[in-house]
């Protein structure tokens, strides 16, 4: 299979980062945006305003308009809410592929209320046609770090080893290494799981305690996000690849995530809405809490860690209950 053309919903930090890594590659690369203040600011500067010296490459070209994104590709990467991605691919996509069956790479994380879909599971069942062509790319990578040409390894997983190769293949290339993977559920699941732990990492940050306190957190997590992954069909050596354990390493622990930075704003004692608003960008961790919380009572899973940030999360309760959760129950009720 030969691909020239390829499309990228979204145009925040990563799927830009995205984007210009491939139009380095020689690719032909459409960057599609929702927002019209992004998009013109894309447009007229050149460049993205919230990426450090980022100028956009000339393989790139920006468009607001799906169908025109959609024109003539090889292959579709999204790097949009999860939220958005099923009503996306049954009111935009579905109408333009008309039956044609395109690969699909997704850089979004999250687990669907309810259903527990992952995102991969979420845009097969809406566009069947591409059933065994999708792909998810999850990993330690912060966006910004990757801009900058910071060496990065990220995981791309899918039931198609021969796919994965020839993706692998594409997106290979300096600052970022792919690792293939046969545990496409593993990975998201892993994906989706690390960034409620993340959630958790700063909910102790905003509390006041320190790395130790943290380090402990994420130990015992990782059992955690090990039994959601093997309820959910996934291998068990998953949660301790560059999807599992290494996502929640960068995840938790660094001041620029989204997620961690949220929970920091709920351990100081802000709200969910507070938070939301002060961290302005999407923390998608928010998107997964309810899931894995259900998905955990519908297996009788042992997660206390994860069950504490939902009850902040979703209950409102004080940031205390995440250290008795850690077993610290003579702490205070901050």
């Given at each position: 299979?030969?691909?020239?053309?390829?499309?990228?919903?979204?145009?925040?930090i990563?799927?830009?980062?995205?984007?210009?890594h491939?139009a380095?590659?020689?690719?032909?690369?459409?960057?599609?945006?929702?927002?019209?203040q992004?998009?013109?600011?894309?447009?007229?500067?050149?460049?993205?305003?919230?990426?450090?010296?980022f100028?956009?490459?000339?393989?790139i070209r920006?468009?607001g308009?799906v169908?025109?994104a959609?024109?003539?590709?090889?292959?579709i990467?999204f790097?949009?809410s999860s939220?958005?991605?099923?009503?996306?691919c049954?009111e935009?996509?579905k109408?333009?592929?008309?039956?044609r069956a395109v690969?699909?790479?997704?850089?979004?994380k999250?687990?669907?209320?309810?259903?527990?879909?992952?995102?991969?599971e979420i845009?097969?069942?809406e566009?069947?046609?591409?059933k065994?062509?999708?792909?998810?790319?999850?990993?330690?990578?912060?966006?910004?770090?990757?801009?900058?040409?910071v060496?990065?390894?990220?995981?791309?997983?899918?039931?198609?080893?021969?796919?994965?190769?020839?993706?692998?293949?594409?997106?290979?290339?300096?600052?970022?290494?792919?690792?293939p993977?046969?545990?496409?559920r593993g990975v998201?699941?892993?994906?989706g799981?690390?960034?409620?732990?993340?959630?958790?990492c700063g909910?102790?940050?905003?509390i006041?305690?320190?790395?130790?306190?943290?380090?402990?957190?994420?130990?015992?997590?990782?059992?955690?996000m090990?039994?959601?992954?093997?309820?959910?069909?996934?291998?068990?050596?998953?949660?301790?690849?560059?999807?599992?354990?290494?996502?929640?390493?960068?995840?938790?622990m660094?001041?620029?995530?989204?997620n961690?930075?949220?929970?920091?704003?709920?351990?100081?004692?802000?709200s969910?809405?507070?938070?939301?608003?002060?961290v302005?960008?999407i923390?998608?961790?928010?998107?997964?809490?309810?899931?894995?919380?259900?998905?955990?009572?519908?297996?009788n899973?042992?997660?206390?860690?994860?069950?504490?940030?939902?009850?902040?999360?979703?209950?409102?309760q004080?940031?205390?209950?995440?250290?008795?959760?850690?077993?610290?129950?003579?702490?205070?009720?901050k």
């Amino acid at each position: 299979m030969k691909i020239t053309n390829i499309t990228v919903f979204g145009a925040g930090i990563w799927g830009s980062v995205i984007a210009q890594h491939l139009a380095r590659k020689n690719y032909q690369v459409r960057l599609w945006e929702y927002n019209e203040q992004l998009l013109h600011a894309l447009k007229t500067m050149g460049r993205h305003p919230n990426i450090p010296n980022f100028k956009l490459h000339d393989n790139i070209r920006l468009t607001g308009s799906v169908a025109e994104a959609m024109q003539n590709t090889d292959l579709i990467i999204f790097v949009i809410s999860s939220k958005a991605i099923r009503a996306f691919c049954r009111e935009q996509l579905k109408p333009l592929l008309a039956g044609r069956a395109v690969p699909v790479i997704s850089a979004s994380k999250g687990i669907e209320d309810k259903t527990f879909k992952t995102i991969c599971e979420i845009i097969e069942e809406e566009l069947p046609q591409c059933k065994g062509k999708v792909c998810a790319f999850s990993g330690p990578s912060f966006a910004l770090e990757v801009a900058q040409n910071v060496p990065t390894k990220i995981m791309l997983a899918g039931p198609d080893a021969a796919l994965v190769k020839e993706l692998t293949q594409l997106l290979n290339g300096d600052p970022i290494i792919v690792v293939p993977s046969n545990d496409r559920r593993g990975v998201e699941y892993g994906g989706g799981v690390k960034n409620v732990i993340a959630i958790g990492c700063g909910v102790i940050d905003g509390i006041g305690d320190g790395a130790n306190t943290k380090a402990a957190l994420i130990t015992q997590s990782m059992q955690e996000m090990n039994d959601i992954i093997t309820s959910q069909g996934g291998q068990a050596g998953t949660v301790y690849s560059l999807a599992g354990f290494g996502d929640a390493i960068l995840t938790g622990m660094s001041a620029i995530s989204r997620n961690r930075r949220l929970g920091e704003k709920l351990g100081a004692g802000l709200s969910l809405e507070e938070a939301k608003k002060e961290v302005g960008t999407i923390a998608e961790g928010v998107n997964s809490v309810q899931s894995v919380y259900d998905i955990a009572r519908k297996n009788n899973l042992h997660t206390p860690i994860l069950d504490a940030i939902w009850q902040l999360v979703c209950q409102g309760q004080k940031p205390c209950v995440l250290l008795h959760a850690l077993g610290f129950t003579n702490r205070g009720n901050k």
